[in-house]
């Protein structure tokens, strides 16, 4: 049931009435009569759901990857990082120095400890857990990104906020973690998780999984993962398309963590920023995938495109034959997350049998013609997008954000085996798990190498724009190999009837991006911040 997003609104408009500093300082509590905010039991539970606010939404889970190799966007917020053109000043930088969300999630840890004996213990503990995670959480999305950070675990004035400095990186990850298992996994469960959306012992444990992934712990990893799948409580939907439709939202068991939506009071602009002009939500095509990404996905054969004339694979001259003047057979007898996943030029937006609109970038007479709008690559997103809905909903998007689901478990779980290179049969079948959800052959038992290859493209193409492309990208250090040179889009026979692919831009990289650069209106108000290498 979607049912705490009613009190993330109500304690997102008691906040929206504080000001806060731009980078560390905290709520003016002079402004605040706590005794009021901290004394009734209704007003202190919409409070705790007010820190779920804070979580990934639209920007960390569907946007992401226009920072990635997997796509660009329309405007420059996110494909300067994208193309390696973003600086201190960027947009996107100042965004990911979250020290607003910490200012106002210790202001609420400060307030449960005001309503201490409004409380029972198992309520304050409890509702302290889940606002600790959400703090953790935050904190981990900072360290990843810059680094050395400032550690603030209380509120400050804005003199005092003005001389923190950079504490090491270890210091922070050490604190996250002590939070995480001795403060957050004992209490979670205290009192039972009844409310949807609420964080439970899986979602602590599937993120200490990631953590500890992603800071190369593959034992921990492993256990967390073991956790999770021993609960018994979560599984993989039967339907990779429907997983990202609003539809399925009250009645699949794969996703651990989302971050909730409902329509109309709170909602997301996703149906009409990722859609089409000439498709019912009259689309602004924001986010574009690439060529690149589009190749990944593999022939239904279970190999590369691109190897299937070699092969003498069946699918190749089905393709060709398939070929007409309005539809793209490139895109037929694929890896079925790809019509999961991307619109491409021609492809029908169908529901049932109905065809509603068709993606005419390569139509002269359509609305998003590339000839008029350069910007295009030739392919959108339709994961996310609700197929169903009408005008009306194009601002009224209702989709949750998954931010933590059943399939990254079993992957979690492979690569850590993969990076052990132990237990290899195993990595092989929680892989296998997740391909045949969409029947995609099984791969081989084979060497360490070759399953670690297996591997990222397994999560690649599973996660395509849910938000981990470039976390992977950072953590598996390859940004000198997937983030440089000239990325392309579609074959776009209106530009040229014999273009090989439409070129985007032009990419670069340097190492100093495995951190983004402190934002420099932080250091500006802050001189005892210091700058990442690099950046200066």
């Known amino acids: 049931m979607k049912n705490i997003y009613i009190k993330i609104l109500i304690g997102t408009f008691f906040l929206s009435m504080i000001s806060c500093d731009d980078f560390l300082t905290t709520p003016p509590l002079d402004k605040i009569p706590d005794s ?56 996107y930088v100042r965004s990911q ?55 603030i675990t209380k509120t400050l004035s804005v003199d005092e906020a003005r001389q923190t400095s950079r504490q090491p990186r270890s210091e922070v990850l050490n604190f996250i973690l002590n939070e995480l298992e001795n403060e957050v996994l004992p209490n979670i ?41 021993g609960s018994g409580k979560y599984e993989l939907f039967s339907s990779y398309d429907a997983l990202f439709r609003p539809q399925s939202d009250e009645t699949n068991k794969e996703v651990i963590f989302e971050r909730q939506y ?41 190999h590369s495109v691109s190897e299937c004339q070699e092969r003498g694979c069946e699918f190749f001259q089905k393709r060709i034959n398939a070929e007409t003047e309005t539809h793209r057979g490139e895109y037929d007898y694929r890896d079925p997350r790809l019509n999961a996943t991307i619109i491409w030029p021609f492809k029908e937006w169908k529901v049932g049998n109905t065809v509603r609109s068709v993606f ?80 995609m052959p099984k791969i081989e038992l084979a060497n360490q190498e070759v399953l670690r290859e297996k591997l990222r493209h397994e999560r690649r193409i599973e996660f395509a724009f849910e938000g981990t492309r470039y976390n992977d990208i950072i953590r598996w250090k390859i940004g000198d190999k997937v983030k440089k040179g000239k990325v392309y889009g579609a074959r776009m026979k209106a530009i040229s009837e014999d273009m090989d692919h439409k070129y985007v831009e032009e990419r670069f990289w340097n190492d100093k991006m495995y951190l983004l650069p402190i934002p420099q209106e932080a250091i500006d108000n802050n001189p005892n911040l210091t700058q990442n290498k690099g950046w200066e």
């Open 262 to 302: 409902a329509s109309p009071l709170y909602v997301h602009e996703l149906n009409r920023n990722l859609s089409y002009a000439s498709s019912v939500y009259s689309g602004w095509s924001h986010v574009l995938p690439l060529q690149e990404l589009v190749d990944e996905y593999e022939c239904l054969n279970g």
């Open 36 to 91: 009021e905010w901290w004394s009734d039991k209704q007003q202190i539970s919409m409070m705790v759901a007010k820190a779920y606010s804070y979580t990934y939404g639209i920007n960390e889970v569907a946007l992401a990857d226009c920072i990635s190799d997997n796509a660009t966007h329309r405007e420059s917020n996110l494909k300067q990082v994208g193309n390696g053109t973003h600086t201190t000043h960027s947009g």
């Open 360 to 439: 005419g970038v390569d139509d002269p007479n359509s609305k998003e013609y590339i000839v008029k709008e350069t910007f295009m690559t030739g392919f959108l997103v339709t994961k996310w997008v609700d197929l169903e809905g009408e005008f009306a909903d194009r601002t009224l998007g209702s989709k949750n954000m998954t931010i933590l689901r059943y399939a990254d478990v079993l992957l979690m779980k492979a690569e850590a085996l993969i990076e052990k290179n132990q237990d290899l049969q195993i990595a092989v079948n929680l892989i296998n798990e997740v391909r045949n959800r969409v029947n």
């Open 189 to 229: 469960e205290l009192i039972p998780v009844t409310e949807s959306g609420r964080v439970n012992k899986q979602v602590v444990e599937t993120f200490l999984a990631r953590l500890s992934l992603y800071e190369g712990d593959y034992d921990n990893t492993i256990r967390y993962c073991n956790n999770v799948i």
């Open 97 to 151: 120095w979250r020290y607003d969300a910490i200012a106002n999630l210790n202001y609420i840890l400060e307030g449960l400890e005001k309503s201490k004996d409004k409380l029972s213990e198992a309520e304050f503990k409890q509702y302290t857990a889940q606002v600790k995670f959400i703090r953790a959480f935050v904190y981990y999305h900072m360290l990843f990104n810059f680094g050395d950070i400032p550690l």
